[in-house]
């Protein structure tokens, strides 16, 4: 870590807890202001990092750029909501790029992918049937799209034996899985929260991999 993502990283903080205090108060111009913020110091903070592999690092930006659009569209109303979700996809596979570079470990691979498959089969499965009796049918394809690529790249992750790289897409998993559960099952007042500060801290997580 340099001297200036250090200085990043703690610009990324501030936003992030500021983020997380306005999804609680429901103050969304000030999340307008806070939610990108927070990925773009982000963003900064992985570009000025002394990485292991620089073109693991590309791949990773990569993904959290998508990420940050992903997070904008999903600002916006309700019909870019797909958008938001594409965008979210497509950052899972630059994810899953930049974590297959990385040396591979297979008993830590075969335990991601016993967790996933187990996630899949109780909330995954869940989400999917709650998507299909509700008003957004024509969701089904998508979502399961979506958790097709995010469970690919918590496999990804689980498979370089890296902690911070298994901790951040994990939380990552369980952020997405409580904001479509909240969003297609049971909407819970401390889900949004819940979605946001699991949603920071895993993209933390994958960032700090990276050194």
């Given amino acids: ?17 500021a983020d997380w205090w306005a999804t609680w108060v429901q103050r969304p111009q000030v999340r307008h202001v806070t939610k990108p913020a927070t990925l773009a110091a982000l963003i900064g903070v992985a570009v000025t990092l002394t990485p292991v592999d620089p073109t693991i690092r590309t791949w990773m930006v990569v993904g959290l750029v998508l990420s940050l659009a992903g997070d904008v569209f999903l600002m916006l109303p309700e019909r870019w909501f797909v958008a938001g979700l594409g965008s979210f996809l497509l950052g899972h596979i630059a994810y899953i790029v930049g ?15 016993a967790l996933v498959l187990a996630a899949v089969a109780t ?15 024509e969701m089904v394809g998508p979502v399961i799209a979506y958790l097709v690529v995010i469970s690919a790249m918590v496999v990804s992750a689980f498979g370089t034996a890296g902690l911070w790289a298994i901790a951040g897409a994990s939380l990552f998993y369980a952020s997405d899985a409580t904001l479509a559960w909240n969003r297609f099952l049971e909407p819970r007042r401390f889900g949004p929260l819940a979605v946001m500060v699991t949603y920071h801290l895993g993209q933390l997580g994958l960032v700090a991999w990276l050194v």
Avoid at 99 to 113: F, H, V
Avoid at 123 to 137: E, F, K, W, Y
């Fill in 1 to 17: 870590m340099t001297a200036t993502s250090w200085a990043l990283l703690a610009v990324m903080l501030a936003f992030a807890v």
């Fill in 99 to 113: 974590l297959q570079l990385a040396p591979r470990s297979l008993g830590w691979t075969l335990l991601g992918l």
């Fill in 123 to 137: 909330v995954g499965r869940r989400i999917v049937l709650g998507v299909a009796a509700g008003d957004h049918r």
